[in-house]
């Protein structure tokens, strides 16, 4: 692996993203996302959507509510506590392979 490819990865990694963009690549409306966010389902830091910007994780969290709320008809809240736990057993592989136990 070359350097050039190795920092592609990292940037992509720290990408920060505005309100809009993380709806157009999550493929959500930008009220629905909003939505979320007002109900505290999706954090933010800060008050002023001015100053939101949103992680890659951030992003997979969007994308994973979205998706569990349209294929099993969900609650957001349910789609919520969900999305919670894919991303605790994701923590939890991830440390498991870094012992080198996966």
């Excluded at 190795?6 to 990408?15: Q, S, V, W, Y």
């Excluded at 389902?41 to 349209?70: C, D, K, N, Q, Y």
Aim: charged residues 35%; hydrophobic residues 45%; contains cysteine.
């Amino acid at each position: 692996m070359s350097d050039d490819e190795i920092l592609a990865g990292r940037l992509l990694e720290e990408a920060c993203l505005t309100l809009d963009e993380v709806a157009r690549v999550a493929a959500v409306s930008r009220e629905w996302l909003l939505t979320r966010i007002q109900e505290g389902l999706i954090p933010v830091p800060g008050p002023s959507e001015e100053e939101w910007r949103f992680s890659t994780a951030e992003l997979r969290r969007v994308r994973r509510m979205h998706a569990i709320e349209r294929d099993f008809e969900a609650v957001p809240e349910l789609a919520a506590l969900v999305a919670d736990l894919l991303e605790e057993v994701d923590s939890l592989r991830a440390r498991l392979r870094r012992a080198g136990l996966l």
